[in-house]
């Protein structure tokens, strides 16, 4: 159970509801251990009236009160069990919704690497499927466990006092129980954890499956990603079973180990009332109290299987919550930015492949100036924008910006002060007025209709029936390549940034609404520094400055004029697309 006091510091913060809910389980066993004791006066009052030892009245009489006692015990048991439900269960939810605002808190700072790693199927299942599993042994498992334990001391103790040969026989199932339980228990945690992979592999393949069934449609996929399926399904099947096949012994042994102290209880019972030791209501008595025993016996192995399972599952998401970020915030305090980039000889080597996507690059960009950078792909260009938006961390150099050290910024400074449109433009299953005011949660519609005309995406907009509260599928499918980059675009234009960061954006747009769209982005970031990537000469060749990638390194550099005044690559891309053009 290791991995499980990571939960410690939840109980911690819950723990005056834990408390007053274990003190309301106690009560609520005291008031259940009533019965069985007058129960067994009963028998013994009814006994007493054949044998003729008191009269009918006070047998009556007694009769009655012994009644009264035990329903008012019953109640008084069920009012205390829906109080402790209330109590402990709903502490579980809490920590529910602690533990998944945690894992999602981290998940969210998390460098892109780990992302690269990770399918996003196995991201979901740990922060829904398992957290579920965990937050059983926070609640269930609290509660019935205590409910074990109070019914055990009570139950045991009182049947020693009333009658010890009887308990020391009935009783004796229960350390044979107890070693079956935990040699199973081993079991169970190993093939939980199996299960709980399974799961998330099979959320990986639905996820990834439906995200891509255009493709799969397109190539005609669909039997083959069906058999797949099947496969998956039948090993899940299997793994499900293996798990089941243990669980399933658990329930038969104890009620055969109950059945047992039974047979005791009526045996060596029935001897002792033969001889005059014991009174009849004794052994009913010691009936109720072994049949007392079964659930709790019964959910010993029922709450192992739990907690083996949210170990399991605790495990595995502790085995995420362990990642730490290399890119942290190391600066508290606020740091103003105004935008003035300066590489200085950056190189950039991704981890997870060791490509080397920039190799000792410098250039700088001043505030209100527009830098354009081209080449081919794969040649670093969008590993720039990442750079300046500080999702990785340079290999080797240095990025400043206004002379500081991007290292020494405060993150969230940073980020807020930058404007992001990526090439794959991505929008969420919400509105398209939400879509655009992600990037300025206070906006007016006003405002938001204004970015929309800027990015060359109202008109578009307007002609849907619902227009703005047009509700867009996920990733944004219900709208164009060309309308998504345009939103995306009017988003980054509502948040109005220090720096911009275009990142071919404009890839999906024809050329009369390209150069629309660049006029009004030359407008509204005319005191910016904007930071431009493209295949195409007519989104760069109004930069104050362009830069030519090859291979991570700096082939050209200039303005347009003097880059198409000089042979090479730009000059050679200029004539090749005006020629297209024309």
Known sequence: MKELKHLNKYFKKHWLKLLLGIIITIIARVFSLIMPSYVSKSIDTINALATNIIGKSEAKTLLFEYILIIVGAAILSGLFTFLMRQTIINVSRY??????????????????????????????????????????YGGPVIMYGINTLTTFVFVISLMFIKAPTIAFYSLIPLPILSVLIYQISRIIHKRSTKVQEYLSTLSTFA???????????????????NKEVRDLAIEGKDTSMDLAKVNAWFFPLMILLIGISNIMVIYIGGRQYINNEISLGVIAEFILYVNMLTWPVAVVGWLTSIVQRAEASQKRINEFLKVRPSIKNEVATKTPIQGKIEFKEVSFTYEDTGIKALNAISFSVDVGETLAILGKTGSGKSTILDLVARLYDVTEGGIFIDGTAIEELNLNDLREATG????????????????????????????????????????????????????????????????????????????????????????????????EILKNLKKASSEKTTLIVSHRVSSAKNADKIIVLENGKILQ???????????GYYQKLYQDQLTEKE
Do not use: W
């Open 95 to 136: 920590m529910e919704y602690d533990l998944k605002n945690e894992v999602f808190d981290h998940y969210q700072i998390l460098n892109l690497d780990f992302y690269k790693r990770n399918r996003i199927g196995d991201l979901m299942n740990r922060i829904s499927e398992d957290i579920t599993q965990v937050r059983m």
């Open 207 to 225: 996820q990834e499956s439906f995200s891509g069934i255009s493709v799969i449609k397109a190539y005609g996929l669909g039997s083959q990603i």
């Open 420 to 515: 992001a449109v990526p090439q794959d433009a991505f929008l969420f299953s919400d509105t398209i007025e939400n879509n655009i005011r992600f990037g300025k949660e206070n906006a007016d519609k006003e405002e938001i209709i204004e970015v929309a005309k800027e990015a060359v995406v109202h008109n578009n907009i307007v002609g849907f029936a619902k227009q703005y509260e047009t509700v867009l599928g996920e990733r944004g499918i219900t709208l164009s390549g060309g309308q998504k980059q345009r939103v995306s675009i009017a988003r980054a234009l509502l948040k109005d940034p220090k720096i911009y960061l275009f990142d071919d954006c404009l890839s999906a747009v024809d050329t009369e609404t390209e150069e």
């Open 557 to 567: 550099e200039g303005t347009h004029a003097e880059l198409n005044a000089t042979e």
